[in-house]
């Protein structure tokens, strides 16, 4: 038996959440297809939004919180007009003030002070936790809640087409679609209440697909039902793995019946984070958890946040970061 199939594999899956399924389902999902219960992933989807979700296997999981806080885009639709308890699509109406007077300039003039820094309330049914109760229960058993404004940034918001319509309770309303790329913790649809506020219309998201985590793509993910397919292919024609940790791993993403074969851990951590290889004594200190002198980070890396540390063999030894005087051991891979 290969070290591999013994002991589950370890990398990234770069899934295509579909709608209606919770983050959290899709996480059981693949525990199913990857035969292993360490499975993670990086930042939540609603249920309601579609588009890329970065899942952790094994060993890979330890990446998922560093992944998490990387920036993220969306493509996303707006509809001015009406506000909802949820902000989005998903939750019952609470006004209907209607946009039939507001035109695309307004709309690209009111975004301007919902770019760059900003101090955003996320929406109140948000798993944002109130004196240790997630805000989406109290709101639920009837509570008003009002959550705090916190940093976010939003470092693109750009607005596409401009649709005027009705809804189904007659309302004039604006569909706007729109482009955001933000960092972590940013609430797309406290964005479109908040544009609905700035024009006095009301808004909230009527869909939301996510199109990038840091440097994964729309384009580098797979639904649920193909990875199923190659996971049965794969078992089908088991394909021996001895390196451990998918150093020998290609990680090729090919439409074939190819086995079901994660991006190996070191290669997603040199696609995530800029990499330093390390020489024979730094490789043996930090595998044995040993903080070096930020002076040992070439100067390049010390203002780069986590670096992905690799040893004179070629494997991922340790997610590391320059802080003061010494080099941060984040987590460990050894």
């Known amino acids: 038996m290969s070290r591999r199939s013994a002991k589950g594999p370890d990398g990234l899956v ?16 693949l525990r199913g297809i990857a035969r292993t219960r360490r499975v993670g992933h990086a930042g939540t989807l609603d249920p309601m939004a579609t588009g890329v979700l970065v899942i952790g296997l094994g060993r890979a999981t330890r990446l998922l919180g560093h ?19 949820t902000d989005d699509a998903e939750g019952e109406v609470t006004a209907a003030r209607g946009a039939g007077t507001v035109d695309r300039a307004a709309v690209e003039v009111a975004v301007i002070p919902l770019t760059g820094d900003i101090m955003q309330v996320p929406a109140r049914v948000s798993a944002v ?24 940034t939003v470092s693109g918001f750009t607005v596409h087409d401009v649709v005027p319509g009705a809804a189904p309770d007659g309302t004039p309303v604006l569909d706007v679609t729109v482009t955001v790329v933000c960092s972590s913790g940013t609430y797309i649809r406290a964005l479109a209440r908040d544009l609905g506020a700035a024009l006095g219309t009301g808004g909230h998201l009527t869909a939301l697909r996510r199109t990038r985590v840091g440097p994964y793509r729309i384009e ?31 990680g090729k993403k090919d439409d074939g019946p190819a086995a079901f074969a994660p991006i190996p851990l070191g290669e997603a951590a040199a696609t995530a984070f800029p990499r330093w290889d390390l020489d024979t004594r730094r490789t043996r200190l930090i595998a044995n958890g040993v903080r070096l002198d930020a002076e040992e980070l070439p100067e390049p890396l010390r203002s780069a946040g986590p670096v992905a540390a690799f040893g004179t063999d070629g494997r991922l030894v340790a997610l590391v970061e320059a802080e003061k005087r010494h080099i941060r051991i984040h987590v460990g891979f050894s």
Not at 227 to 246: C, E, I, K, S
């Open 14 to 29: 770069v899934v295509d959440k579909p709608a209606g399924h919770t983050s959290h389902d899709v996480v059981a999902r």
């Open 67 to 85: 992944l998490a806080l990387t920036e993220k885009e969306y493509l996303g639709t707006i509809r001015l007009g009406q506000d909802t308890v």
């Open 129 to 152: 936790k109130v004196d240790g109760k997630r805000a989406y229960h109290r709101v639920r058993e009837g509570e008003d809640v009002e959550l705090p404004a916190r940093p976010v």
């Open 220 to 250: 580098d993910a797979a639904d649920l039902e193909r990875l199923a397919g190659r996971a049965r292919a794969g078992a089908a024609n088991p394909v021996p793995d001895d390196t451990g940790d998918g150093a020998g791993d290609t």
